[in-house]
């Protein structure tokens, strides 16, 4: 087959398996009763045990802090935190609950609604938009309404 499809002929399968370097384990079945492991009704299907427990035993005692020590490590936090001024989050936070505020504000507590204000709002029609829709009308009637229209 390979020599009518114009290929080279394969090379000769080597029975000798040092040849293709295989390894022993590879070409010997290992040994595994498999009565031997039904028969030993401990162990077969076992629990891994895992506990999720902490060490027992005493507590590790918090380490002491001089009361001299701990009152400057809390005024330099407290002047950290004057000096830094509130985070990017809080100032949005707080420009957002004055923006809601001044909408409150300025509805004066109800809705309003007009119907020359809401709905006449975005009716306005120019004389080219007008002329665009009428000839559009027009070529409704055409034998050719399917097609792309060119107003």
Known sequence: RRAAKGLPPLPPIQDDPDASQRE????????????DGLAAKEGVMKSR?????KQSGPAA???????KIQAEM?????????MR???????????VRS????????KGGG???????????GRRVDKNN??????????????????????
Do not use: C, T
Request: no cysteine.
């Open 61 to 67: 005692p918090e380490p002491v802090i001089d009361p």
């Open 111 to 121: 809705y309003s609604w007009s119907r020359d204000k809401d709905l006449d709002a």
């Open 85 to 95: 001024g509130p985070s990017l989050m809080d100032v949005h936070r707080e420009k």
């Open 130 to 151: 007008l002329n665009n829709l009428m000839a559009g009308k027009k070529a409704l009637n055409d034998k050719f309404a399917g097609s792309i229209m060119k107003f």
């Open 99 to 106: 923006q809601k505020e001044e909408k409150a504000k300025a």
């Open 24 to 35: 022993e384990w590879m070409l010997n079945p290992g040994e595994h009763n498999f009565l």
């Open 74 to 82: 809390e005024e330099l936090q407290r002047k950290h935190d004057e």
């Open 49 to 53: 045990g895992f506990k999720n427990e």
